[in-house]
């Protein structure tokens, strides 16, 4: 497991400036984006200035900017933890007689 030296709130504002880099590279106002993502205006602001957004939200934006498939590899490695299921011990090859 890696360790990250950035809190939550400081990747939130670093996707929050990069999507806002990619609006803008796209030519699409606040307001153009907001009305094709289907939030209000003022929310994406906040999104933009915070970091703070819904998740289906944040996926409306990916969509209309065109990078949705990078939200879709999100977590593609993980393997599933189960506190409850032991792990199967490998058995060791006994001594011969």
Not at 1 to 17: C, D, G, N, Q, R
Not at 67 to 81: A, G, M
Not at 91 to 97: A, E, W
């Amino acid at each position: 497991m890696s360790l990250s030296m950035k809190t939550p709130k400081e990747v939130s504002l670093e996707i929050a400036a990069r999507l806002k880099a990619k609006r803008l590279s796209q030519n699409l106002t606040q307001a153009g984006l907001a009305t094709r993502a289907g939030m209000s205006t003022p929310s994406l602001k906040r999104f933009e200035k915070t970091g703070e957004i819904s998740f289906v939200s944040l996926l409306n934006i990916a969509l209309v900017l065109d990078c949705l498939d990078e939200c879709d590899k999100l977590f593609v490695n993980t393997k599933p933890v189960s506190l409850f299921i032991k792990e199967p011990k490998i058995r060791k090859r006994g001594r011969l007689k």
